[in-house]
Each structure stands twice: as C-alpha cells, then as structure tokens.
C-alpha cells in the first residue's frame, strides 16, 4: 500500500491565509456523509434531449461580464430543493485560460447566466460541486497550477476559496464520490492513465489505490463527468477521444468490486451514453455527462461541440427516458 500523499499549500499569502483556515472546518461532517444519494430508479442511461427545452441552453453569448467569452463546457449541476444551479467553464480567449462560471434555473431546462465565481492565474475547467452537511466544496481542475486543489464556498454559490492543496500523479479532470464510507477520486493524466485514490477525509490527504493506473487509454480513462451511485455501484462516466478528434463521446462504466485492494469495472450496456448528432449545436460529439435525480427525473448537464454559431463548445440540458 502506497503512503499518503500529504497536502502541498500554495506558497502565496493568501493561500497560507486559507491553508490555516482549514482547522474550524469539522472534518467529521466531511467524513462520514454520503454526498450523492444512493439512487436505484429510473435508469440514468437513455438520455435524450430535455421535452420543451431549446439545446443549447447556454452558449459562448449568454456570458455577459466578459468580452472575449470563446466557448462553455464541462457544467455540473446542484439542486438545492427550490434552485438549480449550474457550474460550468468559461473559456475566455483573450487570457487564454478557464474561468467558472454559474448559472442558475428554477425548472432545470431554462437557464439565466449569472456570473464568474472563480478565476485564478491557471486555466480552471470542470468544476465538480458537492455538499456535506451545508457546507458547498469544488474540485475544479487546475492542471495548470500543478495540485489538485478543494475549493469552500463562503457564501454558496460565491466565496469561493482554496482550503487544501494536493500533489497527485494525474491533474485532468479530478472527480470524487463518497461509497462505502470512504471518499474516492478518480483523476488522469496527459498520457491517459487513470489513478484511483482514497481518503477518510478528503481535505487531509490521499492514499493511492495498489492497482493504480486502473484504466489507460484515450476512450476508456479521463473523466467526462460526476461519478455516482446506482443500485449500489459506482458509475464512471468517462470521454472518450480519438487520435483526431478530442470529445467525441460519452461512456459509462460500474464498478463491480471495490475495496482498498481491489478494483473491477466493467462497460454499461448502454455505453456510449452521448454521442455527436451530426448537425447543430452537438454535430461533431459531445463529451460531459453530469446526472441529478429531483422529484422522481433525472436532469443530465452535457456539452457538446458543434457547426457555425455553436462552435466549439455549448452546453444542453437532457433527461432519461
């Protein structure tokens, strides 16, 4: 079993400020709470376009506090009981990086962008949210900066600050579940290798899994949206690429054993979940797959890519049949 890899605090003023302000956080809460319930029906992998919702939902023009907004992508939702919320990155052209942004709907299908919450002096995409116990945490990915980093809301959903800092082998795309009364984190490389870490408490530190990498490959391994659990295992969404195009699909994979020596997964009959439609907003592929079950519905955040005005990158809103 490999040793834990111990939080890295960014050497910055600020950061240290943050680092130090862990400590009046309960670690309890964050330990032993399940995130994402347990959900059995209906199935989440017939996913087709929300019935009276125009796709896509919000494009590269509804961001309205930036002039030079090129395209959105990677969206994860959160419902708060009366409130939907969408996080998702904006990729601004003229500094060349990510920044999140929020977005909100009262319905799940008609979206009105709201603002940027979170910028820094790296690229910023795929920002992950969960809850434990009203307190709102992000892992967005912040490749650039060399960590994994866990954002706290101050102020759901503003306030966003860094409360722990990692050093782990893959950077792209971390994602997290809580199963089994362990936190799990899948995360890749450039190289498409795909690691697999645990943790009692997220914010203290990761061990890495013995059988990590468990998956390498462009179609089988960086993450393409919320892992979750359904009818007792944990689904692994991931984007599948080619060596010509990036974001062409979907796929889904259920972990069928897992322990702290153990990993099996197998693919989703169902897989790929998404693919491109060959014309409009998601003509080329699309490549994030982001589920949330409210009222007895699944509400699916996915991006795609596609033709004209939809390029590169918007973002839909389906449902499964």
Known sequence: MKKIVRPVFLLTTVLLLHACAIE????????SVKVIPDWNLPSPFHPVPAVDTLNPVLTARDIIDVPD?????????????????????IFRSGIDRGVIGHATSLDGTRWTYDRIVLTATWHLSYPQIFSVKGNFYMIPEARRSGSVIIYKARNF?????????????????????????LWWMFVSDSQFNLYLYYADDPLAGWTEHPMSPIRSGRALSRCGGRSFVWQGDIIRIAQESTETAYGVSVRAFRI??????????????????????????NAGGM????????DGRWLIAVDGWGEGVFAPWSIGIFTSQ
């Open 287 to 294: 490549h994030h797959y982001d589920p949330w079950l409210a």
């Open 256 to 281: 069928n054993h897992l322990s702290k020596t153990s990993y099996e997964e197998y693919e989703q009959k169902e897989s790929p979940l998404l693919r491109g439609s060959g014309a409009g907003w």
């Open 157 to 181: 959903p503003y306030g966003w600050e860094p409360v722990a800092t990692f050093q782990l082998k893959g950077l792209l795309d971390p994602s997290v579940v809580y199963y089994h009364g």
């Open 69 to 89: 907004a090129q395209f959105v992508a990677d969206p994860f939702l959160y419902f708060d009981g009366n409130t939907w919320h969408m996080f998702f990155e």
């Open 24 to 31: 009046p956080y309960n670690h309890e809460d964050i330990r």
